[in-house]
């Protein structure tokens, strides 16, 4: 079973129409919420572009330099549902997923995309040189993935750690950081690999609580915030 699987499947059984993850950015003032079902769909997207478009297959790394946002929820989600290594050193990745403002043309990943981090999830009209538009490439894919090959527990999930490993990290840090079932965490915090995105996400998902995060957050609103969010716990300041 793949770490989305675990991780994902018991919510959407639970409550598929609930708010799991809700993303400001003060830089920009947007807000985006997007239910279980939602985040399902652009995993699922995905992961058969993954798959049935570059070709990834279970064990097969794929190259994630993403900031805190919900489309990177949705490109990792979509790699681990399809069986792939995320990795954070495009070296030899089948698939390399990046920020448009840090392509760098030292990548020998076989496939490169731009992932646009629109507010709205508009792609981008000029993707950068050498990089396909995310946005554009998965957008045609089904909303459903049906694994060909499930990946068992001892497949590379996160750098070194495996399905079974990380879902039990996953589990420990919420247990360890007080987020319990139902929770609204909000957070700052930044999604590095691995301890952030750990915390930042993953403990979330595991505890089958919901995320409100904020990038670029604006002191001043927090507080406002977490009222009208009904924030339970707040990680990261």
């Not at 990795?87 to 992932?115: E, I, M, Q, W």
């Not at 909000?186 to 403990?203: K, N, V």
């Amino acid at each position: 079973m793949s770490l989305t699987d675990r991780l994902l499947g018991p919510i959407l059984r639970d409550d598929a129409a609930r708010p799991l993850i809700t993303f400001y950015d003060d830089r920009d003032g947007s807000r985006v919420e997007l239910s279980a079902a939602t985040l399902a769909n652009w995993a699922a997207k995905t992961a058969n572009w993954l798959r049935d478009d570059c070709d990834v297959e279970v064990g097969d790394p794929v190259h994630v330099a993403l900031p805190a946002h919900w489309q990177t929820a949705g490109v990792l989600l979509g790699a681990w549902w399809c069986g792939a290594h995320v990795v954070d050193n495009p070296a030899g990745a089948a698939v390399s997923l990046v920020a448009p403002d840090a392509v760098s043309g030292a990548t020998t990943a076989a496939v490169r995309a731009a992932v646009a981090l629109d507010p709205l999830g508009r792609g981008l009209p000029e993707p950068p040189d050498g990089h396909l538009d995310y946005i554009g490439e998965t957008r045609v894919h089904g909303d459903h993935f049906h694994p060909i090959a499930p990946a068992p527990g001892d497949t590379p999930a996160l750098l070194e750690a495996s399905v079974d490993e990380l879902a039990a990290t996953a589990a420990a840090r919420a247990a360890a950081l007080g987020i319990t079932p139902g929770a609204r965490v909000l957070s700052s915090l930044e999604w590095t690999l691995p301890q952030g995105l750990t915390d930042g996400l993953l403990a979330v998902l595991a505890a089958r609580a919901s995320l409100v995060h904020c990038a670029n957050p604006d002191p001043a609103a927090l507080a406002k915030r977490r009222t009208t969010e009904h924030v339970t716990l707040t990680l990261g300041g």
